[in-house]
T-cell receptor
Framework: AQRVTQPEKLLSVFKGAPVELKCNYS??????LFWYVQYSRQRLQLLLR??SRESIKGFTADLNKGETSFHLKKPFAQEEDSAMYYC???????????FGAGTILRVKS | GAGVSQSPRYKVAKRGQDVALRCDPI?????LFWYQQALGQGPEFLTY????????KSGLPSDRFFAERPEGSVSTLKIQRTQQEDSAVYLC???????????????FGAGSRLTVL
């Protein structure tokens, strides 16, 4: 079975500091990996997906199959980045997402 | 509508009561998912519809849980004889296409928070 692990429940950084939200997964095939974000009082929404290789709001994530990781990074955190972040996996030919437990990011001024 | 609409937003039920949660997906969206999110956890998959066909119900925790989407649009998640462990936020999500990859992005609703006393 697939599993997604986000080891930190809470990550607190100062504004302007680098951010790395960790995500590790277990799956033997070729997964699709996603990061979802939920801002305060808002709905869960897609932030980015590994196949797009894009940078959204300054965030990037690289799929490392050797380490089975998909860490989310941003070089300079902003206060508006404060939110709950979920890493999610979809197995090849599957339709459902498997989510991690989430990490709260708090950016302090 | 412009987004995925769920109702009720909040539901308090006494243990043993039946509840029904409704999801109005974005018009024309083929795929519809239900997820359960317990406090402090990530969403967990319950079931998946492609139009009116329920193609995957492997995540439904027991036979007390039942979902339908009879006309391929609105979906209802029904929980019979609710138990305290059913307390959670129930999220509905829809996507334009069948399957899930590439540009086929999931849009989530705000969720229905169920509290079973």
């Amino acid at each position: 079975a697939q599993r997604v692990t986000q080891p930190e429940k809470l990550l607190s950084v100062f504004k302007g500091a680098p951010v790395e939200l960790k995500c590790n997964y277990s799956y033997s095939g070729s997964p699709e990996l996603f990061w979802y974000v939920q801002y305060s009082r808002q709905r869960l929404q897609l932030l980015l997906r590994h196949i797009s290789r894009e940078s959204i709001k300054g965030f990037t994530a690289d799929l490392n199959k050797g380490e089975t990781s998909f860490h989310l990074k941003k070089p300079f955190a902003q206060e508006e980045d404060s939110a709950m972040y979920y890493c999610a996996l979809r197995r090849e030919y599957g339709n459902k997402l498997v989510f991690g437990a989430g990490t709260i990011l708090r950016v302090k001024s | 509508g412009a987004g995925v609409s769920q109702s009720p937003r909040y539901k308090v039920a006494k243990r043993g009561q039946d509840v029904a949660l409704r999801c109005d997906p974005i018009s024309g969206h083929v795929s519809l998912f239900w997820y359960q999110q317990a406090l402090g956890q990530g969403p967990e998959f319950l079931t998946y519809f492609q139009n009116e066909a329920q193609l995957d119900k492997s995540g439904l925790p027991s036979d007390r849980f039942f979902a339908e989407r009879p006309e391929g649009s609105v979906s209802t998640l029904k929980i019979q004889r609710t138990q305290q462990e059913d307390s959670a936020v129930y999220l509905c999500a829809s996507s334009l296409l069948a399957g899930f990859s590439g540009a086929n992005v999931l849009t989530f609703g705000a969720g229905s928070r169920l509290t079973v006393l």
